[in-house]
């Protein structure tokens, strides 16, 4: 019979940590982080200077833009390389990549949790079309993010005749996962945890590489009386450490909300938003998403239209999704992206992108740092940091209709609505539409190839892609088309627009 699970300290259960190993971190932002476990594993490399040399691998962005999650574990020594989805909490992480002080990798996040699934069964890699022809492409840098990256971690394959990605597999050794309630024998259980995450692919190919899973719980229960609650097996767990409050937080933002872990029965409750650029935009965006579809919002802007959505009584009208797991509900923001208030279902991560892969996403509403001629859209690098690309990709690539919504111009703008009329009270100092992007996370020509339709909202203008570039379709009341083009960096292909609606412009 196997032994009960061994509960140990996190100072314990991170001294296992060999030297040289691959540590898979799972968590999304703050939900579902271990933070006692990187917490102790940075005390532990303070003190002793060991463990060295990791090879970190995550999917999700895990931190809060200061210090915790994986700026944990952002030591010159500590780690070696990273391989991640999204780097914009962790900017610790992002100073050592920056400084070319360790290896650093940036891959789509869906094809990262994917990834972990394929580590665990051995197989050869995840085949993909996702990140073709971007900056993650091997033909233009392969998601390397300095010059002391070099091994090359996706190729080129052709298959059937058709050229594919393959993103190669590599062993884990340590896994770090989090769960609510740990039983007897080890077994995990999510109660009061906002998502699933990937936990199950991190046990098992820790397990199947012969090395060890670290479990973060909450609580010991005597027994979790239904085996399908049971999301980990205790035959994947070598160490059960219970966390103090402090550091299992339901989310980074909050230390438990009720609303991430029960249903509503499609009930929505969102204060009205402001009247802004923002209102304007979210507006314009909803009359592109169609009664009885299945919709991604990214974070930022794009969130402005559930708001709207639920001002109008549309909200019932479509499902919304987070790349996380959460089905329906509304998307949380902020330090709590990542669950939803009141969603009807929650998937584990690597489920949810399969869906998405297949085209199961109706509309992606998502977020544009810069837009190009082609078509073509950065969200990854902007302003001397870098962000990395998150579940954006697998998003953009794969859904069947995109609405990007940025404003027209960024910094310090401000807008007016007279008399039904658009009114530029301060331009906004920087462009958004450039002649040509810093990094290509959205390829534009491909999408044209793909089929996929692709709008561009801002509160002045509507631009859609065509096979000679970027279209102007709307602008605002108020606004002479012609005033844009000294605005932007490159001439769209065709300037004949019509009004946008003026119900997006009504206080």
Same mark, same amino acid.
């Given at each position: 019979?196997?032994?009960?699970?061994?509960?140990?300290?996190?100072?314990?259960?991170?001294?296992?940590?060999?030297?040289?190993?691959?540590?898979?971190?799972?968590?999304?932002?703050?939900?579902?982080?271990?933070?006692?476990?990187?917490?102790?594993?940075?005390?532990?490399?303070?003190?002793?200077?060991?463990?060295?040399?990791?090879?970190?691998?995550?999917?999700?962005?895990?931190?809060?833009?200061?210090?915790?999650?994986?700026?944990?574990?952002?030591?010159?020594?500590?780690?070696?390389?990273?391989?991640?989805?999204?780097?914009?909490?962790? +900017?610790?992480?992002?100073?050592?990549?920056?400084?070319?002080?360790?290896?650093?990798?940036?891959?789509?996040?869906?094809?990262?949790?994917?990834?972990?699934?394929?580590?665990?069964?051995?197989?050869?890699?995840?085949?993909?079309?996702?990140?073709?022809?971007?900056?993650?492409?091997?033909?233009?840098?392969?998601? =390397?993010?300095?010059?002391?990256?070099?091994? +090359?971690?996706?190729?080129?394959?052709?298959?059937?005749?058709?050229?594919?990605?393959?993103?190669?597999?590599?062993?884990?050794?340590? #896994?770090?996962?989090?769960?609510?309630?740990?039983?007897?024998?080890?077994?995990?259980?999510?109660?009061?945890?906002?998502?699933?995450?990937?936990?199950?692919?991190?046990?098992?190919?820790?397990?199947?590489?012969? #090395?060890?899973?670290?479990?973060?719980?909450?609580?010991?229960?005597?027994?979790?009386?239904?085996?399908?609650?049971?999301?980990?097996?205790?035959?994947?767990?070598?160490?059960?450490?219970?966390?103090?409050?402090?550091?299992?937080?339901?989310?980074?933002?909050?230390?438990?909300?009720?609303?991430?872990?029960?249903?509503?029965?499609?009930?929505?409750?969102?204060?009205?938003?402001?009247?802004?650029?923002?209102?304007?935009? !979210?507006?314009?965006?909803?009359?592109?998403?169609?009664?009885?579809?299945?919709?991604?919002?990214?974070?930022?802007?794009?969130?402005?239209?559930?708001?709207?959505?639920?001002?109008?009584?549309?909200?019932?009208?479509?499902?919304?999704?987070?790349?996380?797991?959460?089905?329906?509900?509304?998307?949380?923001?902020?330090?709590?992206?990542?669950?939803?208030?009141?969603?009807?279902?929650?998937?584990?991560?690597?489920?949810?992108?399969?869906?998405?892969? !297949?085209?199961?996403?109706?509309?992606?509403?998502?977020?544009?740092?810069?837009?190009?001629?082609?078509?073509?859209?950065?969200?990854?690098?902007?302003?001397?940091?870098?962000?990395?690309?998150?579940?954006?990709?697998?998003?953009?690539?794969?859904?069947?209709?995109?609405?990007?919504?940025?404003?027209? =111009?960024?910094?310090?703008?401000?807008?007016?609505?007279?008399?039904?009329?658009?009114?530029?009270?301060?331009?906004?100092?920087?462009?958004?539409?450039?002649?040509?992007?810093?990094?290509?996370?959205?390829?534009?020509?491909?999408?044209?190839?793909?089929?996929?339709?692709?709008?561009?909202?801002?509160? =002045?203008?509507?631009?859609?892609?065509?096979?000679?570039?970027?279209?102007? =379709?709307?602008?605002?009341?108020?606004?002479?088309?012609?005033?844009?083009?000294?605005?932007?960096?490159?001439?769209?292909?065709?300037?004949?627009?019509?009004?946008?609606?003026?119900?997006?412009?009504?206080?």
């Amino acid at each position: 019979m196997r032994a009960a699970a061994r509960v140990v300290s996190a100072a314990e259960a991170v001294a296992a940590i060999p030297d040289g190993a691959t540590l898979a971190v799972g968590g999304f932002v703050g939900a579902g982080h271990p933070e006692a476990l990187t917490s102790a594993l940075e005390q532990r490399f303070l003190r002793t200077r060991t463990p060295r040399d990791l090879t970190l691998l995550y999917a999700a962005g895990q931190g809060d833009r200061g210090e915790r999650g994986l700026n944990h574990l952002a030591h010159t020594g500590l780690v070696k390389r990273v391989i991640g989805g999204h780097w914009n909490l962790a +900017p610790k992480l992002g100073k050592l990549a920056l400084a070319n002080e360790i290896e650093a990798y940036n891959f789509p996040q869906g094809v990262v949790c994917v990834l972990l699934r394929e580590i665990a069964a051995k197989r050869p890699g995840v085949f993909t079309k996702v990140g073709m022809n971007t900056f993650i492409d091997p033909l233009h840098g392969g998601g =390397r993010l300095n010059a002391r990256t070099t091994e +090359p971690l996706v190729e080129r394959v052709t298959l059937d005749s058709e050229e594919w990605l393959r993103y190669r597999t590599f062993p884990v050794h340590v #896994g770090f996962i989090r769960a609510t309630s740990a039983d007897g024998r080890g077994n995990l259980s999510m109660e009061r945890e906002g998502l699933i995450g990937e936990v199950l692919p991190i046990a098992q190919a820790a397990r199947n590489h012969g #090395g060890i899973v670290i479990a973060q719980v909450e609580r010991i229960v005597d027994r979790i009386a239904d085996p399908k609650a049971v999301r980990v097996p205790g035959a994947l767990v070598d160490f059960v450490v219970v966390s103090e409050p402090e550091q299992h937080w339901q989310t980074f933002g909050e230390r438990f909300n009720e609303t991430f872990v029960t249903s509503a029965n499609g009930r929505c409750s969102l204060a009205p938003l402001a009247f802004s650029e923002r209102k304007i935009i !979210g507006r314009r965006a909803l009359m592109e998403i169609r009664d009885g579809d299945i919709v991604n919002l990214g974070i930022g802007l794009p969130e402005a239209v559930a708001a709207v959505a639920a001002e109008t009584g549309r909200f019932d009208k479509f499902t919304l999704t987070v790349e996380s797991g959460p089905i329906g509900g509304v998307p949380a923001s902020g330090l709590s992206f990542g669950c939803a208030h009141h969603p009807e279902a929650v998937v584990d991560q690597p489920a949810q992108f399969d869906f998405y892969e !297949g085209g199961g996403l109706d509309v992606g509403v998502l977020g544009a740092v810069e837009v190009d001629a082609e078509g073509s859209v950065n969200v990854s690098t902007f302003a001397g940091r870098f962000a990395g690309v998150g579940g954006f990709m697998n998003i953009a690539q794969n859904a069947k209709r995109v609405v990007f919504c940025c404003t027209f =111009r960024a910094g310090n703008l401000a807008v007016v609505v007279e008399d039904g009329a658009l009114r530029i009270v301060r331009e906004g100092q920087h462009a958004k539409f450039v002649r040509r992007v810093q990094q290509v996370c959205f390829h534009g020509p491909s999408a044209v190839a793909r089929g996929q339709e692709v709008l561009y909202v801002t509160e =002045r203008a509507v631009f859609a892609l065509t096979r000679g570039g970027l279209e102007l =379709r709307e602008v605002a009341p108020g606004i002479d088309a012609r005033s844009l083009l000294p605005l932007m960096e490159f001439v769209p292909a065709s300037i004949e627009p019509r009004a946008m609606s003026g119900h997006c412009f009504e206080p």
